[in-house]
């Protein structure tokens, strides 16, 4: 027969492990904590130099040995370096010896501050599982060179108006912008006035090589009425033929008589100038400057002109493409 109730309902036994429990997890925490202070390191964190001025780079230096098993992060270009400023990050691959891993980097820092000593403790990142553990090396410290001691008041101002030299630069994008409006607009001129502007173009070429013609037909007449030669009878027929070969676009200079007749559906001009030409060219007949053949060579020039100005009738009447 049970006397106490309790310890016949069974609370006080329950009671009891559970202090049981309690004091075994703090006994394991415990003892854990030398353990983990073994397995886990401080990294290490120095300046490079011990003095410094304002703005001047400085190397911070940050390694960290622990067991190659471990998943270590060092600080990136995020970290709040304050009082510092982050310049540049030097990494190095990690080395492994005998189941101890070194991770190590370099940070190139500057300050602006003008406290006389500034410290900097940087702490890595430790991965595991789930978690994430930041452990940090103790606080290294420069000095700040002071270079202003005294300050005057007011503060004295130099002027310094003298205009610096600078290096002329060519604008290449500026100059590609004109090229593509001058093309643009070149475009636009020639889907614009295009055919006109050949039109024009022809009709010049076509009025130069007529005075051209003209100029030495008139200069070959001239000399055979002064000298009736016949050899200035057939250069003149012989650059009548060439113009004309020139003006139709046909091989003129290369026909007899009859096919230049024929080509002009038997003109009659033509035809009586040619043959009277031909007579006194090769046939002797014309021992000086006759009133016919200086008439035939009239006739050669006056057909000439009427073809040349034929044509630019034609040029200019072309209808646009």
């Not at 051209?212 to 016949?230: C, E």
């Not at 057939?234 to 008589?257: G, P």
């Not at 100038?273 to 020039?301: F, H, P, V, W």
Request: with cysteine.
């Amino acid at each position: 027969m049970c006397r106490n109730w309790l310890t016949c309902s069974g609370y006080e036994t329950k009671q009891q492990s559970e202090v049981r429990n309690l004091t075994f997890i703090i006994l394991f925490f415990l003892l854990q904590i030398p353990v983990l202070g073994q397995q886990i390191k401080k990294p290490v964190g120095s300046f490079a130099q011990d003095t410094a001025k304002l703005g001047q780079l400085l190397q911070y230096t940050l390694v960290h040995q622990h067991a190659a098993t471990q998943e270590v992060i060092l600080p990136d270009s995020n970290f709040n370096f304050t009082p510092f400023e982050f310049v540049a990050k030097t990494y190095f691959p990690t080395s492994t010896t005998a189941g101890i891993s070194t991770d190590s980097a370099v940070y190139t820092l500057r300050t602006f501050e003008t406290l006389p000593i500034q410290q900097l403790s940087m702490p890595v990142y430790i991965l595991h599982e789930s978690d994430t553990m930041r452990v940090f090396a103790d606080a290294d410290a420069v000095i700040v060179q002071q270079l202003v001691t005294e300050l005057q008041e007011p503060l004295l101002i130099k002027d310094n108006t003298k205009l610096a030299a600078v290096e002329q630069r060519f604008n290449w994008p500026l100059l590609l912008v004109y090229i593509v409006a001058g093309l643009v607009f070149v475009s636009l001129v020639w889907f614009i006035f295009g055919q006109a502007i050949i039109r024009k173009y022809k009709l010049y070429r076509l009025r130069k090589d007529h005075l051209y013609f003209a100029s030495r037909y008139n200069s070959h007449l001239d000399r055979f009425v002064k000298s009736g030669s016949s050899q200035s009878m057939e250069k003149a027929v012989s650059l009548w033929k060439n113009y004309l070969t020139k003006l139709e676009r046909s091989a003129i200079n290369s026909f007899t008589t009859k096919e230049i007749v024929e080509y002009y559906h038997d003109d009659e001009d033509v035809n009586t100038a040619l043959r009277t030409c031909d007579k006194a060219i090769y046939g002797n007949a014309a021992a000086e400057a006759d009133t016919e053949t200086k008439q035939a060579l009239s006739m050669l020039r006056r057909f000439a002109k009427s073809r040349y100005k034929t044509q630019r009738e034609m040029i200019r009447n072309a209808k646009t493409a």
